[in-house]
């Protein structure tokens, strides 16, 4: 969400402008690389989209793939494309701000980090039960 001057401190308004955000990058060809992503980042496109992607998401790679997504090169020597998300996007998802200080950047973000999420615990290869807890709980304290 771009770097930021202190004091900043988000507020309400700026998760709302977020999500709104969120909700238009979510409507991009790259959808699909967010969806395959899994984990936290997952779970926030279905927040934005719901379940109705999903199957699209399933049937191979998108035609982004090739121009922007990942490539991997197999055993013999060949290339293969997928979706794939880039630090930027996977940073914009979580709704991370740059804190410009003069010597350092502070990084604050709505939503755990991928390294934070798949330290926390709740990272367990699946969407629990416990994590949607942890969500829910997590936005409701955002929009105190």
Known sequence: LGHRRPPFNPLYADYVIYEQLRHEFMNHPCV???????GLIWWLALHSL???PLPS??????TEAVPFGDLFVGDGGQTYYDDGLSKE????MCGTYYIDLHECT???????????WNASGLNVSFWS????DWFQTHLGNIQE
């Open 32 to 38: 699909w690389a967010v969806f395959l992503h899994g």
């Open 89 to 92: 996007e996977i940073d914009f």
């Open 57 to 62: 998401v399933v049937k191979g790679v998108s």
């Open 50 to 52: 719901g379940f109705d």
């Open 106 to 116: 502070t990084v604050v973000s709505w939503w755990p980090r991928p390294n934070a």
């Open 129 to 132: 039960a416990c994590c949607k």
